[in-house]
């Protein structure tokens, strides 16, 4: 068995990826193919996507997807329709409204928020699985898949990797990780990941994890921020407010076996102030996390205690 590593710089971040097999580097070069073609056909922010093609034919007509785009897309409605969850992945419109994270952001009007909340209900996102369609019943409705896709093609590419006989394998999307097999440094096998903490630069942190065959994604309200008139919004949105979630929560970590239940979780729980996200996870199978909010209190669930090391 062999080792090899890469790092890419697709859908706006840094991807590092290490694989353990006997032929690494083929499964890489495969690996970075998928990774490209994802990006070219889930985007939001380019025209030209597959993504794209649904969202420009809003109120006209069905567009016919591939299987995995269907698959993610069938995902997100779902989880979009949980009752009290912050994952909505018809979104989009008020996403490209406020443009938190671009330099064009801005603040829009009552009336333009009025408007564009009567467009975001993923409830008109109209999925036929017989033919494979996706069709959005108005004219100004838009898919985003950016709460979810980097744990769905986290999974892919592991998922690969396996398949191919790799022994070990990790990649992390932008932070969302996802590790299988054994940690090669460590003698017990379990891969460290950190938990940045949300008031210092990327590479602080405020916990470390030992994980095996699991994936630790974070979410939080410190990366993406847009100042206006003294006041500091966020890019997690209220579907029913039209605004930045207001929340204590800085930042919520969640750790599970599978990189998109991460994504899932780490969205849905915004809804939540920490107390209630922490409560949340206790009583969940295969799922952890760990919550710090925005006075700089850290916590975590019940499954953590013997895999969590708090930063001095």
Known sequence: ????????????????????????????????????????????????????????????????????????????????????????????????????????????????????????DPADIVLDETNQTVFLKHKQMSIDLGAIAKGYFADKIINYFKGEGAKAAFISLGGNVLTFGDEPEHTDGMWRVGVQNPFLPRGNFVAAVKIKNQSVVTSGIYERKFVWKGHTYHHIFDSQTGYPIKTDLASITIVADKSIDCEIWTTRLFSNNALEAIEILNTLDGIDGVAVTTDGQMAYSNGLKTKITPVQ
Not at 26 to 46: G, H, P
Not at 56 to 72: T, Y
Not at 98 to 112: E, N, V, Y
């Open 1 to 120: 068995m062999e080792t090899a590593s890469r790092t890419l710089h697709l859908m706006g971040t840094i991807i590092p990826m290490w694989v353990e097999s006997e032929n690494p580097e083929s499964l890489l070069d495969v690996a970075e193919a998928k990774l490209v073609d994802y990006e070219r056909r889930f985007s939001a922010n380019d025209d030209n996507s597959h993504l794209m093609h649904i969202n420009q034919s809003a109120g006209v007509q069905p567009i016919k997807v591939e299987d995995d785009l269907f698959e993610l897309i069938k995902i997100g409605k779902e989880q979009s329709l949980i009752r009290n969850s912050a994952l909505n992945i018809a979104i989009g419109p008020l996403i490209q409204e406020w443009r938190i994270g671009f330099d064009d952001a801005k603040f829009p009007s009552q009336s333009r928020i009025d408007e564009l909340l009567q467009v975001i």
